[in-house]
């Protein structure tokens, strides 16, 4: 009996491999936009699909970032200024692809940009710190979505959404996680309606790796900025050593964080590329080996392997 489950599975899994290796034909005549090119998953993920000879699109925040990306890519690549805050850039954008793309859709949507901060305990925070991050990580996408969906729509093409192993389990106070678990929400809502046109919708939930946004520095210091703005009642409850230990624990994110950014990347590249792309892929072993197990274990385990990570506040029970 065992041996003919494990012959099943075997074959299931070949099936699979099979099916997840067939690609898209004509890529050379299909055009990409990929929100958040600056820098990190987006900048490479541009300079990727370029290489595969896909018509990509790149959206930068700053012409800067726009003009490195395009002396490290082909004539092909061009880019455009983007602030996914801001309705009237995002409308500009969109006029922008309707002009390259003539009667053509738009066979693939990336939507990268995000921002990690203001992150630290939720109580640490005002509303407006929550709001910041939203902004961009969760309302920008989807007021980009939505601009965009009619071309995409027309391709039969396919929108990739990157949230994070905190859309599956919170770590941290603040807006990210939020906006990563919205962004999922989103995600299944739209695969569930799209379907019916034949556009597919995935979702990318990277680990821990090295890019701007995860960069240690910029935690810490929003960490400690936040701890400044507590209230004296709120700096009393949770007390100086709560906000070393934390301070310390952030300091271990470049041990953990991985410098491959292109495991992330080749998952966005199937996305767009296969026949048969996932519905989800989870990027990095931890992401696969820790994180993703771990948002289907019982509550109560989680939040005490979380809790045994973090520093008890001064005045917890």
């Known amino acids: 009996m065992w041996l003919y489950l494990a012959i099943l599975l075997g074959l299931c899994y070949l099936l699979r491999r099979y099916r997840e290796r067939q690609v898209v034909s004509h890529l050379q005549d299909k055009y990409v936009f990929i929100t958040g090119c600056d820098s990190g998953?987006?900048?490479?993920?541009a300079r990727q699909l370029d290489l595969r000879g896909l018509r990509v699109l790149a959206a930068c925040l700053t012409e800067k970032g726009a003009e490195q990306l395009r002396g490290k890519t082909s004539d092909r690549l061009e880019t455009v200024i983007l602030d996914v805050t801001?309705?009237?850039s995002i409308a500009a954008a969109t006029q922008w692809v309707k002009e390259r793309m003539g009667d053509r859709g738009l066979w693939g949507l990336v939507n990268n940009a995000g921002i990690s901060v203001p992150t630290?305990?939720?109580?640490?925070?005002?509303?407006?710190?929550?709001?910041?991050?939203?902004?961009?990580?969760?309302?920008g996408v989807i007021e980009v979505t939505l601009s965009l969906l009619p071309l995409v729509r027309k391709a039969k093409g396919r929108v990739v959404n990157v949230s994070s192993i905190f859309g599956r389990v919170a770590f941290i106070g603040g807006g990210y996680c939020i906006s990563k678990y919205g962004v999922e929400a989103f995600s299944d809502s739209l695969r569930r309606e799209l379907s019916h046109f034949g556009v597919k919708v995935a979702i990318i939930e990277p680990g821990f790796f090295k890019t701007f946004v995860t960069s240690t520095p910029v935690i810490s210091r929003n960490f400690q900025e936040a701890w400044e703005k507590a209230s004296p009642e709120v700096k009393e409850a949770y007390g100086e050593r709560f906000l070393?230990?934390?301070?310390?624990?952030?300091g271990l994110l470049d041990k953990m964080c991985s410098q491959d950014l292109s495991l992330v990347t080749n998952c966005m590249e199937h996305a767009l590329t296969a026949c048969h792309p996932r519905t989800r892929y989870s990027s990095g072993w931890d992401a696969k080996l820790i994180y993703l197990p771990m948002s289907y274990m019982p509550t109560f385990l989680v939040d005490a392997l979380v809790n045994l990570s973090s520093s008890r506040p001064a005045k917890a029970m």
Do not use: M
């Not at 998953?41 to 993920?45: M, R």
């Not at 640490?124 to 309302?139: E, R, Y």
């Open 41 to 45: 998953f987006g900048n490479l993920l």
């Open 86 to 88: 801001s309705t009237e």
């Open 120 to 139: 630290a305990p939720n109580e640490w925070l005002t509303k407006q710190d929550f709001v910041k991050i939203l902004n961009v990580n969760l309302l």
């Open 244 to 250: 070393a230990h934390s301070l310390k624990v952030i």
